[in-house]
């Protein structure tokens, strides 16, 4: 009933720029913190970075001053700009979103996104 559809990953020289877009839809009445994480082969997935609703932003040390996440709550949609890409940086990238869905019960429940494979290299 609610899905979180992902756009944007692909390959990327060292030094480059991406821009993930995650949409939300289905039976949505409101969302709460936004976020991305990312996870590569025999890893555990690891934070990001996070967005809340009144856009309060939170990075993982890792990439600080070369991520930004947004989000455009008409829209329903998360980003995430990634310039400056390492190596490093190279994953499968997954939105994940707090939402209160509608309907006789209100609930609120975590949604993930598909997964955007990103990688970087020359």
């Known amino acids: 009933q609610v899905q979180l559809v992902e756009s944007g990953g692909g390959l990327v020289q060292p030094g480059g720029s991406l821009r993930l877009s995650c949409a939300a839809s289905?039976?949505?009445?409101?969302?709460?913190?936004m976020a991305w994480y990312r996870q590569t082969p025999g890893k555990q997935r690891e934070l990001v970075a996070t967005?809340?609703?009144?856009?309060?932003?939170n990075y993982a040390d890792s990439v600080k001053g070369r991520f930004t996440i947004s989000r455009d709550n008409a829209k329903n949609t998360v980003y995430l700009q990634m310039n400056s890409l390492k190596p490093e940086d190279t994953a499968d990238y997954y939105c994940?979103?707090?939402?209160?869905?509608?309907?006789?019960?209100?609930?609120?429940?975590?949604?993930w996104g598909q997964g955007s494979p990103v990688t970087v290299s020359s």
């Open positions: 994940k979103a707090h939402i209160w869905t509608t309907g006789v019960i209100r609930r609120l429940d975590i949604y």
């Open positions: 289905g039976n949505i009445f409101s969302i709460d913190t």
């Open positions: 967005i809340t609703t009144g856009g309060i932003t």
